[in-house]
T-cell receptor
Framework: KAGVTQTPRYLIKTRGQQVTLSCSPI?????VSWYQQTPGQGLQFLFE???????NKGNFPGRFSGRQFSNSRSEMNVSTLELGDSALYLC????????????FGPGTRLTVL | AQKVTQAQTEISVVEKEDVTLDCVYE???????LFWYKQPPSGELVFLIR??????QNEISGRYSWNFQKSTSSFNFTITASQVVDSAVYFC??????????????FGQGTELSVKP
Protein backbone atom coordinates (compact mmCIF):
# COMPACT_ATOMS: atom_id res chain seq x y z
CA LYS A 1 0.00 0.00 0.00
CA ALA A 2 1.44 3.39 -0.98
CA GLY A 3 2.28 5.78 1.83
CA VAL A 4 1.36 9.39 2.31
CA THR A 5 2.53 11.53 -0.58
CA GLN A 6 3.17 15.25 -0.52
CA THR A 7 3.79 17.63 -3.38
CA PRO A 8 5.87 19.52 -4.07
CA ARG A 9 8.82 18.29 -2.04
CA TYR A 10 10.65 21.61 -2.21
CA LEU A 11 9.41 25.12 -2.73
CA ILE A 12 11.02 28.53 -2.77
CA LYS A 13 8.86 31.62 -2.47
CA THR A 14 9.33 35.27 -1.63
CA ARG A 15 7.73 37.29 1.13
CA GLY A 16 4.18 38.31 0.42
CA GLN A 17 3.44 35.46 -1.95
CA GLN A 18 1.05 32.64 -1.21
CA VAL A 19 1.62 28.92 -1.47
CA THR A 20 -0.47 25.76 -1.70
CA LEU A 21 0.81 22.39 -0.54
CA SER A 22 -0.84 19.10 -1.36
CA CYS A 23 -1.19 15.85 0.54
CA SER A 24 -2.59 12.48 -0.57
CA PRO A 25 -3.32 10.14 2.33
CA ILE A 26 -2.85 6.41 2.47
CA UNK A 27 -5.61 4.69 0.56
CA UNK A 28 -8.62 4.22 2.83
CA UNK A 29 -7.50 6.78 5.38
CA UNK A 30 -10.03 9.52 5.93
CA UNK A 31 -8.29 11.83 8.36
CA VAL A 32 -5.48 14.20 7.42
CA SER A 33 -3.44 16.34 9.80
CA TRP A 34 -0.83 18.98 9.06
CA TYR A 35 2.21 19.91 11.13
CA GLN A 36 4.88 22.57 10.83
CA GLN A 37 8.45 21.73 11.81
CA THR A 38 11.04 24.46 12.47
CA PRO A 39 14.36 24.33 14.33
CA GLY A 40 13.13 26.83 16.90
CA GLN A 41 9.58 25.66 17.59
CA GLY A 42 9.87 21.99 16.74
CA LEU A 43 6.83 20.11 15.50
CA GLN A 44 3.58 22.01 15.87
CA PHE A 45 0.07 20.97 14.95
CA LEU A 46 -1.65 23.09 12.31
CA PHE A 47 -5.04 21.44 11.68
CA GLU A 48 -6.87 18.21 11.10
CA UNK A 49 -9.52 17.31 8.56
CA UNK A 50 -11.99 14.46 8.42
CA UNK A 51 -14.76 14.06 5.85
CA UNK A 52 -13.99 17.48 4.41
CA UNK A 53 -14.50 19.14 7.81
CA UNK A 54 -11.88 20.78 9.97
CA UNK A 55 -11.96 18.94 13.30
CA ASN A 56 -9.15 20.57 15.14
CA LYS A 57 -6.98 23.66 14.73
CA GLY A 58 -3.64 24.65 16.21
CA ASN A 59 -2.50 28.06 17.32
CA PHE A 60 -1.56 29.57 13.98
CA PRO A 61 -2.68 32.84 12.36
CA GLY A 62 -5.50 32.93 9.84
CA ARG A 63 -2.96 33.10 7.01
CA PHE A 64 -2.75 29.34 7.37
CA SER A 65 -5.75 27.52 5.99
CA GLY A 66 -6.59 24.14 4.64
CA ARG A 67 -9.24 22.01 3.08
CA GLN A 68 -10.01 18.41 2.34
CA PHE A 69 -11.65 16.99 -0.74
CA SER A 70 -14.16 14.18 -1.07
CA ASN A 71 -11.36 11.73 -1.98
CA SER A 72 -9.62 12.63 1.34
CA ARG A 73 -6.81 14.49 -0.38
CA SER A 74 -5.93 17.70 1.43
CA GLU A 75 -4.35 21.02 0.65
CA MET A 76 -2.99 23.69 2.90
CA ASN A 77 -2.54 27.28 1.90
CA VAL A 78 -0.37 29.98 3.39
CA SER A 79 -1.07 33.51 2.27
CA THR A 80 1.14 36.58 2.57
CA LEU A 81 4.23 34.54 3.32
CA GLU A 82 6.67 35.68 5.97
CA LEU A 83 10.29 34.69 6.48
CA GLY A 84 9.26 32.79 9.60
CA ASP A 85 7.04 30.51 7.54
CA SER A 86 10.14 28.76 6.23
CA ALA A 87 9.74 25.23 7.53
CA LEU A 88 9.16 21.59 6.78
CA TYR A 89 5.43 21.01 6.45
CA LEU A 90 4.40 17.47 7.26
CA CYS A 91 1.13 15.81 6.45
CA UNK A 92 -0.13 12.75 8.31
CA UNK A 93 -3.05 10.47 7.60
CA UNK A 94 -4.98 8.14 9.86
CA UNK A 95 -7.76 5.66 9.31
CA UNK A 96 -10.56 7.37 11.17
CA UNK A 97 -10.97 10.62 12.99
CA UNK A 98 -10.78 9.23 16.49
CA UNK A 99 -7.12 9.38 17.26
CA UNK A 100 -5.88 6.47 15.22
CA UNK A 101 -2.19 6.21 14.55
CA UNK A 102 -0.94 8.96 12.27
CA UNK A 103 1.38 8.04 9.40
CA PHE A 104 3.49 10.82 7.99
CA GLY A 105 4.52 11.82 4.51
CA PRO A 106 8.00 13.00 3.47
CA GLY A 107 7.10 16.66 3.90
CA THR A 108 7.35 19.80 1.81
CA ARG A 109 10.36 21.99 2.51
CA LEU A 110 9.25 25.61 2.09
CA THR A 111 11.84 28.37 1.94
CA VAL A 112 10.68 31.98 2.04
CA LEU A 113 13.19 34.56 0.80
CA ALA B 1 -2.06 21.44 29.36
CA GLN B 2 -0.27 18.66 27.54
CA LYS B 3 3.49 18.63 27.36
CA VAL B 4 6.25 16.25 26.32
CA THR B 5 9.82 16.63 27.50
CA GLN B 6 12.79 14.93 25.91
CA ALA B 7 15.63 16.19 28.06
CA GLN B 8 18.37 14.66 25.93
CA THR B 9 18.98 16.91 22.95
CA GLU B 10 21.84 14.89 21.48
CA ILE B 11 23.28 11.48 22.25
CA SER B 12 26.38 10.01 20.67
CA VAL B 13 27.27 6.34 21.04
CA VAL B 14 29.57 3.85 19.42
CA GLU B 15 28.07 1.02 17.43
CA LYS B 16 26.87 -1.96 19.49
CA GLU B 17 26.33 0.15 22.59
CA ASP B 18 22.88 0.18 24.18
CA VAL B 19 21.17 3.55 24.38
CA THR B 20 18.04 4.78 26.15
CA LEU B 21 16.05 7.80 25.01
CA ASP B 22 13.98 9.43 27.74
CA CYS B 23 10.47 10.82 27.42
CA VAL B 24 8.43 12.43 30.18
CA TYR B 25 4.90 13.65 29.56
CA GLU B 26 2.25 15.75 31.27
CA UNK B 27 -1.47 15.49 30.69
CA UNK B 28 -4.72 15.91 32.59
CA UNK B 29 -6.54 13.46 30.36
CA UNK B 30 -7.41 10.15 31.98
CA UNK B 31 -7.06 8.36 28.65
CA UNK B 32 -4.26 9.22 26.30
CA UNK B 33 -1.81 7.65 23.94
CA LEU B 34 1.91 7.93 23.30
CA PHE B 35 4.08 7.44 20.23
CA TRP B 36 7.68 7.21 19.22
CA TYR B 37 8.64 8.35 15.74
CA LYS B 38 12.00 8.26 13.98
CA GLN B 39 13.06 11.04 11.62
CA PRO B 40 16.02 10.17 9.39
CA PRO B 41 17.78 12.91 7.42
CA SER B 42 15.25 12.47 4.61
CA GLY B 43 12.71 14.18 6.85
CA GLU B 44 9.85 11.69 6.92
CA LEU B 45 8.57 10.74 10.36
CA VAL B 46 8.55 6.96 10.64
CA PHE B 47 6.11 5.41 13.10
CA LEU B 48 7.75 3.08 15.62
CA ILE B 49 5.23 2.36 18.36
CA ARG B 50 1.97 3.45 19.95
CA UNK B 51 0.94 2.89 23.56
CA UNK B 52 -2.50 3.62 25.03
CA UNK B 53 -2.67 4.79 28.63
CA UNK B 54 -4.58 1.72 29.74
CA UNK B 55 -1.91 -0.62 28.37
CA UNK B 56 1.21 -0.52 30.51
CA GLN B 57 2.80 -3.63 29.08
CA ASN B 58 6.33 -3.07 27.94
CA GLU B 59 7.08 -3.86 24.35
CA ILE B 60 10.04 -5.41 22.60
CA SER B 61 10.50 -5.42 18.86
CA GLY B 62 13.84 -6.78 17.75
CA ARG B 63 16.53 -4.44 19.07
CA TYR B 64 13.94 -1.90 20.20
CA SER B 65 12.15 -1.91 23.53
CA TRP B 66 9.87 0.52 25.28
CA ASN B 67 9.23 1.04 28.98
CA PHE B 68 5.93 2.76 29.79
CA GLN B 69 5.42 3.79 33.44
CA LYS B 70 2.31 5.78 34.28
CA SER B 71 3.48 6.28 37.86
CA THR B 72 6.38 8.43 36.65
CA SER B 73 4.72 9.65 33.43
CA SER B 74 7.54 8.26 31.38
CA PHE B 75 7.76 6.35 28.12
CA ASN B 76 11.40 5.50 27.51
CA PHE B 77 12.87 3.91 24.41
CA THR B 78 15.90 1.62 24.42
CA ILE B 79 17.92 0.51 21.42
CA THR B 80 20.04 -2.54 22.11
CA ALA B 81 23.27 -3.09 20.19
CA SER B 82 22.90 0.18 18.27
CA GLN B 83 23.80 0.36 14.59
CA VAL B 84 24.84 3.23 12.33
CA VAL B 85 21.43 3.01 10.61
CA ASP B 86 19.81 3.98 13.91
CA SER B 87 21.25 7.48 13.56
CA ALA B 88 18.28 9.84 13.37
CA VAL B 89 16.17 12.22 15.40
CA TYR B 90 13.67 10.44 17.61
CA PHE B 91 10.45 12.07 18.73
CA CYS B 92 8.11 11.16 21.53
CA UNK B 93 4.53 12.37 21.05
CA UNK B 94 1.38 12.55 23.19
CA UNK B 95 -2.26 12.63 22.15
CA UNK B 96 -5.60 12.38 23.83
CA UNK B 97 -8.10 11.86 25.19
CA UNK B 98 -8.43 8.60 23.31
CA UNK B 99 -12.11 8.94 22.55
CA UNK B 100 -11.88 12.53 21.43
CA UNK B 101 -12.62 13.32 17.83
CA UNK B 102 -9.43 15.21 17.18
CA UNK B 103 -6.07 13.67 16.41
CA UNK B 104 -3.71 16.41 17.55
CA UNK B 105 -0.29 15.22 18.68
CA UNK B 106 2.03 17.10 21.03
CA PHE B 107 5.66 16.39 20.23
CA GLY B 108 8.77 16.59 22.34
CA GLN B 109 11.76 18.52 21.01
CA GLY B 110 13.40 15.35 19.80
CA THR B 111 16.63 13.55 20.61
CA GLU B 112 19.28 13.39 17.93
CA LEU B 113 21.03 10.04 18.11
CA SER B 114 24.38 9.61 16.42
CA VAL B 115 25.79 6.10 16.22
CA LYS B 116 29.42 6.02 15.19
CA PRO B 117 31.09 2.96 13.67
Amino acid sequence: KAGVTQTPRYLIKTRGQQVTLSCSPISGHRSVSWYQQTPGQGLQFLFEYFSETQRNKGNFPGRFSGRQFSNSRSEMNVSTLELGDSALYLCASSLRQNTDTQYFGPGTRLTVL
Amino acid sequence: AQKVTQAQTEISVVEKEDVTLDCVYETRDTTYYLFWYKQPPSGELVFLIRRNSFDEQNEISGRYSWNFQKSTSSFNFTITASQVVDSAVYFCALGGPIYNQGGKLIFGQGTELSVKP
